[in-house]
Nanobody, 120 residues
Framework: QVQLVESAGGLVQPGGSLRLSCAAS????????MGWYRQAPGKERELVATITSGGTTNYADSVKGRFTISRDGAKNTVYLLMNSLKPEDTAVYYC??????????????WGQGTQVTVSS
């Protein structure tokens, strides 16, 4: 069983910055991908950024150049630094851990979600 605990989001002015963190605990396998997804009201959940256990990153086009994902392997923690925030970044942000054991299927674990609101 895996638990993902996210830091609090918050209200940020346009152009501002915010850093989210997510700590994973429980059964975590060595090969995994940690990431952030978001869901705005009336929209489907979408990928924001992911980072593999080897450090390879992937970003949604809408956040490239503004958001940075990183991880601390020793702490099983993933971070999302969000700069130059825009009102359209407003959403509930979810932490995700995608992992597998050996040749078993990949499976997902999710955090509870944290609200990020970008508004003046």
């Amino acid at each position: 069983q895996v638990q993902l605990v996210e830091s609090a989001g918050g209200l940020v002015q346009p152009g501002g910055s915010l850093r989210l963190s997510c700590a994973a605990s429980g059964t975590i396998f060595g090969i995994n991908v940690m990431g952030w997804y978001r869901q705005a009201p009336g929209k489907e959940r979408e990928l924001v950024a992911t980072i593999t256990s080897g450090g390879t990153t992937n970003y949604a086009d809408s956040v490239k150049g503004r958001f940075t994902i990183s991880r601390d392997g020793a702490k099983n923690t993933v971070y999302l630094l969000m700069n130059s925030l825009k009102p359209e970044d407003t959403a509930v942000y979810y932490c995700n851990l995608n992992q597998r054991s050996g040749r078993s299927p990949w499976f997902d674990s999710w955090g509870q979600g944290t609200q990020v609101t970008v508004s003046s």
